[in-house]
């Protein structure tokens, strides 16, 4: 069983202007309703809300975490949010490298209800508006918050993620979190963070007891 695991410290990143942020990262089993498979879910604990002319750069983890992001680029980031200030600074979201991709809708990235499987079906793209000024997109209006279906294809392999963000109608971005399933071919649930099993639970209250005796046992 995989252990969870937090950090907070940063991460040099070779030849990079920023170093990017290491989140308070954890990583297990994948929640119920899911086949059986592993999912990094890192927590966005500052700097994750932008706004006209910013951006945001997150890598998910998907080789086994942690996850990390930057508002610069950074190498290893699979995508960047951006408010596009040429453009009634509307807020965008977009692939990093070849094979990421998220779900869409129209010409915007589709809002994804939590609990909501994140698999292969619907349709995906690398560049696409979250949403303009004056909530032109109906399925994501100003002042929602939701999650994007995430997608990263290397090679034969395709693993699935979410973004957890929210636009609001005073032209600010809010990351929150994202999340990826590292098994490949394994579809996520919107929102699904790893489970904490109970044999963890067990585990550490007997070592706790066992620590226990043992101090008695050098009393003694």
Known sequence: MT????????????????????????????????????VVFTEVTSGGTISGGSSLYFD??????????????????????????????????????????????????ARVEAGAAIDGSGNWGTGNYINSYGGNNANWPAGQRGYIGLRLTDGAETRYGWADVEYTAGMQLTLYGFAVETTPGVAIQAGAIPEVKESALVMALLAGSAALYRRRQRAR
């Open 60 to 109: 998910l983890g998907e080789t086994g975490g942690p996850g990390a992001w930057s508002n610069s680029s950074f190498t290893g980031a699979d995508f960047r949010l951006i408010f596009d200030s040429g453009i009634s600074n509307k807020p965008a979201i977009l692939g990093q490298p070849t094979g990421r991709s998220f779900q869409t809708q129209g010409s915007y990235a």
């Open 3 to 38: 252990s969870s695991t937090s950090s907070t410290s940063s991460t040099a990143v070779p030849g990079n202007r920023a170093l990017p942020l290491v989140g308070s990262t954890l990583v297990g089993l994948a929640a119920a309703g899911s086949a059986q498979g592993t």
